[in-house]
């Protein structure tokens, strides 16, 4: 599972005007000018490291789909990104931590337009419940979900997007399947450590 960097809005962001407390006066650029102007709670990766041995950390996974004018789903998306050790090109979902003073429906947003741009129009859902909770352990075969450097805990959606998806970030592509399609397998069967199980279950919850 990808560890995105954590940010701050932007003026022109869509939650640019949401109180933070104690973070309503840090801009982008504190967060690149080192720890010491750092913005309160900010993790440097040694930071980080350790608190990934101590606490579970939260995050959203995201199965983005596309609907047709009926609203059913039609085909389900991924992205292409390099492996963490760098060998392999591999398959993912848009996923993120939840940041501090941020709210999930928020994390969301920010995760979907950091992976897939600004114009990916995601529909959010009307409720906050997911349709699974996926736990990432970083012991090999306690659950379906590996991830080497910590114990995650995932909120898995669906999410549907209406817009036009550009590469974002570290995402080198933007790859949609036919639901019902004969590449559907072959999709699945590049996705490691457990993206695989989670597409499977919105599949069966979506009942496809």
């Not at 940010?7 to 109180?19: C, K, L, N, Q, Y």
């Not at 801009?27 to 350790?50: C, M, S």
């Not at 579970?56 to 963490?84: C, K, M």
Request: net charge negative; proline share 7%.
């Amino acid at each position: 599972m990808r560890v995105l960097n954590d940010e701050v809005p932007d003026d022109d962001d869509f939650d640019a005007g949401r109180s933070r407390g104690e973070f309503d006066h840090i801009t982008p650029e504190d967060i690149t000018r080192g720890t010491g102007n750092n913005p309160p709670g900010w993790l440097d990766a040694d930071e980080i490291q350790r608190l990934r041995g101590l606490v579970p950390i939260p995050y959203v996974e995201i199965v983005p789909v596309r609907v047709d004018d009926f609203g059913r789903v039609t085909q389900i998306g991924s992205l292409l990104r390099v492996a963490n050790d760098q060998s392999i090109v591999e398959r993912a979902l848009v996923a993120g931590r939840v940041l501090y003073h941020e709210s999930i429906r928020e994390a969301i947003a920010r995760n979907i337009s950091r992976d897939l741009g600004e114009l990916a129009l995601p529909v959010l859902p009307q409720t906050l419940t997911p349709f699974t909770v996926a736990e990432f352990f970083p012991t090999p075969g306690v659950s379906p979900y590996y991830d080497s450097r910590q114990h995650a805990i995932a909120l898995c959606y669906v999410i549907a997007i209406a817009g036009d998806c550009k590469p974002q970030d570290e995402t080198l592509d933007v790859e949609w399947v036919d639901t019902h399609g004969d590449k559907l397998n072959e999709f699945l069967a590049q996705m490691n450590d457990g993206p695989d199980t989670i597409v499977r279950q919105a599949l069966a919850w979506l009942h496809l």
